[in-house]
């Protein structure tokens, strides 16, 4: 996950004399809930993002795959502005949020963007827990540990909720994930794989003759760090998957200038619980079929073959047609699409192929990212 910040066209005339003391990601900091739930308004970027697979009441009674994608994610950021400055209007800290519906009949992805200064009852983010908005968007964590997220565009809307069925899964050491070989090059990282989610799903209008009752598997990640992108990199690619047995894996891939691989990393949970951190060279992301953008023009490998450690996967999307262009917010271009992944050939570990979409049964379901495909990320 990323965020980019458009902040001169926010605030031409800020006062850049002195920076924020932005601090650092260390090792040997355990993450403590429920606090880290909540916001981290002194670190640079945060975010809070959802990603999962619904069905309808109606398609699961038949018997139809007619799966449907969704994403809403909520930024923070801490602009490079001067603390001292006392208006009340400076923008010391930006809300953002991307939400996206992956629709097959539609052919290509619905989406809507928002941006906020935090504060004034428009848009803020809690420090205590999570619970975070901008204007009636929200996704907030109620007492007995459920999410809530409601979304409302003009295209479609989300009234959910999201029940954790697994523990937390801290990534990397304890929650610090190194995202490049320097130390600072690092995040504070945690998952929720296996949400069940239950709630309606509105498409069209808002009337409620498109309303519909729906259920699903969602994946919660949360991430905040001070430290940009590393000057080698140009974007990643990301994957979190729920496997059916139970298991869940979080693994990626930051590409250097070459589209080569600059680091990598992930975490495994097995089906028995038992969770694994995933060491660089144990991580190898294989591009299988590029898909053009109409769009923008930017060639993105939308199936893709995964090995991390023992795991051996082929991503195959739901549609290809899932690129999400947040230059009004975030300033990016991405694709953020939902995927099906299935058994590969352990023996072919690392090779492309071009084979058609598997015919075994799925291993599971989840959610890719690709960033930086367009231009590089400037986070």
Do not use: C
Request: no cysteine.
């Amino acid at each position: 996950m990323f965020l980019l910040s458009p902040l001169a066209a926010l605030s031409p005339g800020a006062a850049w004399a002195r920076m924020p003391d932005y601090p650092a990601v260390t090792s040997g900091q355990p993450l403590v809930f429920p606090r880290d739930y909540g916001a981290h308004s002194s670190y640079r970027t945060e975010w809070w993002y959802v990603t999962g697979w619904l069905q309808t009441d109606s398609d699961a009674a038949t018997a139809t795959d007619a799966s449907l994608g969704f994403e809403a994610t909520f930024f923070r950021s801490r602009p490079a502005l001067d603390d001292a400055n006392p208006s009340r209007f400076a923008p010391n800290q930006l809300l953002f949020a991307n939400v996206a519906l992956s629709d097959p009949h539609a052919g290509s992805l619905q989406h809507d963007q928002r941006i906020a200064r935090r504060g004034f009852g428009l848009a803020d983010a809690s420090e205590t827990d999570t619970a975070v908005h901008i204007d009636d968007w929200s996704l907030e964590r109620i007492a007995d540990g459920r999410y809530r997220l409601n979304i409302a565009t003009p295209g479609f809307a989300f009234a959910f909720t999201l029940a954790p069925t697994q523990p937390v899964l801290v990534n990397g050491a304890g929650g610090y994930s190194r995202k490049g070989p320097l130390p600072d090059e690092a995040s504070y990282y945690y998952s929720v794989p296996w949400l069940q989610v239950d709630g309606v799903l509105k498409r069209g209008d808002d009337s409620n003759r498109n309303a519909a009752h729906v259920r699903g598997q969602a994946w919660l990640d949360h991430e905040w760090s001070s430290a940009p992108l590393a000057d080698g990199a140009v974007g990643w690619d990301w994957i979190g998957i729920n496997f059916d047995d139970g298991g869940a894996l979080m693994a990626l891939q930051i590409r250097d200038k070459a589209g080569g691989k600059f680091w990598a990393g992930g975490t495994l949970r097995a089906a028995d619980g038992i969770t694994h951190t995933l060491t660089p060279d144990s991580i190898r992301f294989t591009p299988l079929r590029q898909w053009r953008s109409p769009h923008t023009g930017a060639r993105y490998p939308v199936a893709m073959r995964v090995d991390a450690q023992d795991v051996h996967l082929t991503l195959v999307p739901l549609m290809d047609d899932q690129e999400f262009d947040s230059r009004a917010s975030t300033g990016a271009v991405y694709w953020e699409g939902a995927v099906t992944a299935f058994a590969a050939d352990a023996a072919s570990t690392g090779k492309a192929n071009t084979a058609a979409k598997p015919t075994e049964k799925p291993l599971g379901r989840g959610y890719l990212e690709l960033t930086g495909y367009v231009q590089r990320l400037q986070l």
